[in-house]
């Protein structure tokens, strides 16, 4: 990139100044290798201080009868060297273009760095386990809404209004009250709902989010989720519970014994509770007074749910023929479930939503 040679004259033009200064910036264009080089080259000589440039002004001082030869002259030299430009810009340009292009080439067999996956929450994950549990066995997934009717979440599960459940200190109650509606304390009004909206015989879970005025602690959570199972059918009898509850437990568990132990629900006449054997010490605690276990408080057994025989004043509730039709329901908690499952010790950790506890539960999603 060579700088001109020298200004133009004031007084005159010379021709063979005018044509090196052409063949100059020609020159220089033609040796440009970058369209940054080009920049200079056409600053130099064709800028507002390129002898073209300062020649053409110069024009305007020459005798008119010089001026007409010389400006011809000027002006086909710049015309000469405003065509060399644009040509080797194009040039420059297509050059810089290919080789951008071959650098910043994608080479599609390199291994894809891929962004982490979401996954379910183990609560949402567990839910649809045991939801499955049950469709397998051809039973359907019921739903109802958090947002219920008193009459649904009690009355109708021959909760009275004196039933200590309904406490303020339990339940949430939404205004305006006078609209009697409740976050639902439990999934049991879904035995309600279905008892009303299906036909006979019913086989249904209902797995769902759960409402409580409840402390926020290691063993407590104001929302939690339980999942509910309603069999109405004829012939029904504890025997049968006993059977679903057996099958759910090795479902979860594994092969694990169980017992059911006298309890009470309004809704359920017998009453029971489900336990599993102590996970720890397999009972081996309650005979040991040197090896106290804490799991299950040297009990031997843990309590997992609640269950019953359908109370035949929750059938007549919803219209259902108690002589003939007879049922059983269950009900227990998913996040102690999980618990059990994976030996979580603090339902915070649950609702917290710290990935670190979803990924290492990442089994209970499939
Ligand atoms: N609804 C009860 C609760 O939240 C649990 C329960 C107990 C459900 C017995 C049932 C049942 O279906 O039969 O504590």
């Known amino acids: 990139m060579s700088a001109p040679d020298s200004q133009p004259p004031r007084g005159a033009l010379d021709d063979a100044d005018i044509d090196r200064w052409a063949t100059q910036a020609t020159a220089a264009i033609a040796a440009a290798q970058s369209t940054a080089e080009l920049k200079a080259v056409r600053l130099s000589h064709d800028g507002p201080k390129s002898p073209l440039a300062l020649a053409n002004r110069a024009l305007g001082g020459l005798a008119p009868e010089l001026r007409r030869a010389a400006g011809a002259r000027v002006g086909a030299a710049r015309s000469r060297v405003n065509i060399a430009l644009t040509k080797r810009q194009d040039e420059l340009q297509a050059v810089e273009l290919a080789q951008r292009l071959s650098a910043e080439r994608v080479d599609v067999t390199l291994p894809a760095e891929l962004a982490p996956l979401g996954q379910p929450?183990?609560?949402?994950?567990?839910?649809?386990?045991?939801?499955?549990?049950?469709?397998?066995?051809?039973?359907?997934?019921?739903?109802?809404?958090?947002?219920?009717?008193?009459?649904?979440?009690?009355?109708?599960?021959?909760?009275?209004?004196?039933?200590p459940a309904r406490a303020t200190s339990d339940t949430l109650f939404v205004d305006p009250v006078e609209h009697n509606l409740v976050m639902r304390t439990h999934t049991s009004p879904v035995q309600i709902r279905s008892l009303l909206s299906r036909p006979l015989p019913i086989y249904i879970v209902c797995p769902g989010q759960v409402y409580r005025a409840d402390e926020f602690d290691a063993t407590h959570v104001p929302v939690f989720h339980q999942i509910e199972g309603l069999v109405v059918d004829r012939g029904i009898t504890?025997?049968?519970?006993?059977?679903?509850?057996?099958?759910?437990?090795?479902?979860?568990?594994?092969?694990?014994?169980?017992?059911?132990?006298?309890s009470y629900f309004p809704f359920t006449e017998p009453s029971a509770e489900i336990d599993l054997e102590c996970f720890v010490c397999h009972g081996a605690s309650v005979l040991d007074p040197d090896a106290p276990c804490r799991t299950c408080a040297s009990e031997g057994w843990i309590e997992w749910g609640g269950c019953g025989v359908v109370n035949p004043r929750v059938l007549a509730a919803c219209g259902v023929d108690a002589e003939v039709y007879s049922g059983f329901a269950f009900g227990m908690g998913v996040e102690r479930t999980l618990m059990f499952r994976n030996a979580a010790t603090d339902m915070r950790d649950m609702v917290e939503g710290d990935i670190r506890f979803s990924r290492a539960l990442k089994g209970e999603a499939r």
């Not at 051809?138 to 109708?156: C, K, Q, R, S």
């Not at 519970?241 to 006298?262: E, N």
């Open 121 to 163: 929450h183990p609560i949402s994950a567990l839910m649809e386990r045991l939801g499955d549990v049950f469709v397998a066995m051809g039973w359907e997934i019921a739903e109802g809404p958090e947002l219920e009717a008193a009459w649904m979440n009690f009355d109708a599960l021959n909760m009275g209004p004196h039933h």
């Open 238 to 262: 504890m025997g049968h519970l006993k059977g679903a509850l057996d099958h759910l437990a090795q479902a979860m568990f594994g092969a694990v014994s169980t017992r059911i132990r006298p």
